[in-house]
């Protein structure tokens, strides 16, 4: 019975790594194939367990049967597997040498209740590191030219920003306010905020002058419409990769809510501009 028990626990054991595996390389293989799997490493690792040649390819033919399509797939599972392993592993030793059961089906689910747990754990920590990663990624530093005025701007893009300016299809980007106040000459300040969002559209009150460079851009959000003014900028270049495309820059005065501490949330277009450190050019 003590052997039974043994192999039970191996085999919840190995099903939650490879489970976890499953789901953080997206590798979709079947939970049918993944208990196979388990049972597999499961009952030579009990039989043999001070054996490493045992060990080894009892990890070799238990990853494989898991998710053994491709070698790539097979490779970058295996990694996760032992990452996995080594952390739930070590989690559920330390509370096997603090605590006893004496039903032995209580034991099983225990410990498969410890293993699954550290592993979620594991998991919304590996996302979460991802998705950091994944942001920092889209975080760019940028030099913007417009007024005849040159200055940094730290931007962030977003692939959800698709806005652009209805007459000339050009992208429209949104810049912090407090970034460009000091460079904005005064004449246009004004009559920046006096404009109203709501109201009639109309760029009258600007100067003559610069009512060329103005675009009225119709904004559609889950709280309504609104109207807001478009400034077409002379340059902008992502300092890693290449110039932006022609555009627009609507100013905002919450950038608390931008992204990565980002001072612009920049086009999805610019993602085109945007150069890895190899040379190629990302896509959208």
């Known amino acids: 019975m003590y052997g039974e028990i043994i192999v039970g626990i191996n085999m919840v054991f190995n099903f939650a790594i490879l489970l976890f595996a499953n789901k953080i390389c997206h590798a979709q293989a079947s939970r049918?194939?993944?208990?196979?799997?388990s049972f597999v490493g499961a009952l030579p690792?009990?039989?043999f367990s001070s054996s490493f040649i045992i060990l080894f390819f009892t990890f070799i033919g238990m990853t494989g049967i898991a998710f053994g399509k491709t070698i790539e797939t097979w490779k970058k599972t295996s990694v996760i597997v032992l990452i996995g392993a080594m952390f739930a592993?070590?989690?559920l030793t330390f509370f096997i040498n603090k605590v006893t059961f004496q039903d032995d089906l209580f034991s099983v689910f225990i410990y498969a209740s410890i293993a699954y747990v550290s592993l979620l754990f594991l998991k919304v920590k590996w996302l979460d590191v991802r998705k950091a990663r994944h942001l920092s990624s889209y975080r760019v530093s940028t030099t913007l030219s417009i007024w005849q005025q040159?200055?940094?701007v730290e931007g962030f893009i977003d692939t959800g920003n698709s806005c652009t300016e209805p007459l000339t299809g050009y992208p429209v980007h949104f810049v912090s306010y407090r970034v460009v106040e000091p460079y904005m000459p005064e004449e246009l300040k004004g009559p920046l905020q006096a404009f109203d969002p709501k109201g009639i559209p109309d760029l009258r009150s600007f100067p003559e002058t610069s009512q060329k460079q103005l675009r009225?851009?119709?904004?559609?959000?889950?709280?309504?419409?609104s109207w807001v003014v478009g400034f077409k900028f002379d340059c902008w270049k992502i300092d890693s990769g290449d110039k932006l495309q022609s555009g627009y820059i609507v100013l905002t005065e919450q950038d608390r809510r931008y992204p990565e501490g980002a001072e612009a949330i920049l086009h999805v277009s610019a993602l085109e501009?945007?150069?890895n450190e190899g040379g190629t050019v990302h896509v959208a």
């Open 45 to 47: 690792v009990t039989l």
């Open 89 to 91: 592993g070590g989690l």
């Open 32 to 37: 049918g194939r993944l208990l196979f799997a």
């Open 273 to 275: 501009s945007l150069k």
């Open 216 to 225: 009225l851009v119709k904004l559609q959000t889950v709280s309504g419409s």
């Open 150 to 152: 040159e200055f940094a």
